[in-house]
């Protein structure tokens, strides 16, 4: 699957919001994009604050549109909360179960992770960053990435956060079920993005 590849923190500066976790490396955030400065405050339409939230939720797991499309579309033909079942799709890419578990330092590193074949689902060799998980898998590093430095300091880190619906032991992770909408702490209305495509 394609991956954009251009500038990070113009993406972060149009939402207003940290998507690639640059921390204190992001400059301006408040700022909008674009060479002549704030053309003042604007109250957004309906519309308009859907498609935001659309945006910033695809850059943030790091999803092109055809691929968002598909898993929207995919929430909507099952039974429930589409909002929620949406989240759960997201969270359970591979990509981002490696980042939630601490293996690496942001998503776009975690992808690339997983595309090296530095990752093993249950055992079994993964490259797949799109890989959705199950309850019961495991997930753990092959022992040539846990050399990588940027892996090996993530690692060492001792106040990381795993979300409730994980475990990890050492550079081993499970998935112990399906992820819900108060497991994800970053401010995300779904509301908005599926009306967005019930329109």
């Not at 972060?12 to 408040?30: H, I, N, V």
């Not at 090296?116 to 898998?137: E, F, I, T």
């Not at 040539?144 to 690692?155: E, R």
Request: proline share 7%; charged share 30%.
């Amino acid at each position: 699957m394609a991956r954009y590849t251009g500038p990070k923190d113009r993406l972060s500066r149009r939402e207003g919001f940290d998507l690639y976790g640059a921390g204190a490396k992001l400059t301006r955030l408040m700022v909008p994009p674009g060479m002549h400065g704030p053309k003042g405050v604007s109250t957004p339409s309906q519309y308009g604050r859907q498609l935001r939230e659309k945006q910033k939720v695809k850059r943030f797991y790091g999803i092109m549109e055809r691929q968002f499309k598909k898993y929207v579309t995919q929430a909507l033909k099952t039974r429930g909360n589409t909002g929620e079942k949406l989240l759960s799709i997201l969270e359970r890419r591979l990509d981002n179960v490696v980042f939630r578990l601490g293996f690496a330092p942001s998503r776009p590193s975690a992808r690339q992770l997983v595309s090296h074949g530095h990752v093993l689902v249950s055992g079994k060799r993964v490259n797949v960053p799109s890989y959705q998980l199950c309850p019961g898998d495991t997930v753990s590093l092959s022992g040539k990435a846990i050399n990588i430095p940027g892996v090996k300091a993530v690692l060492e880190k001792k106040d990381f956060k795993i979300p409730s619906w994980l475990e990890k032991k050492a550079v081993v992770g499970r998935m112990n079920r399906e992820p819900k909408i108060e497991d994800v702490a970053e401010p995300i209305s779904v509301t908005d993005i599926v009306e967005f495509y019930s329109r």
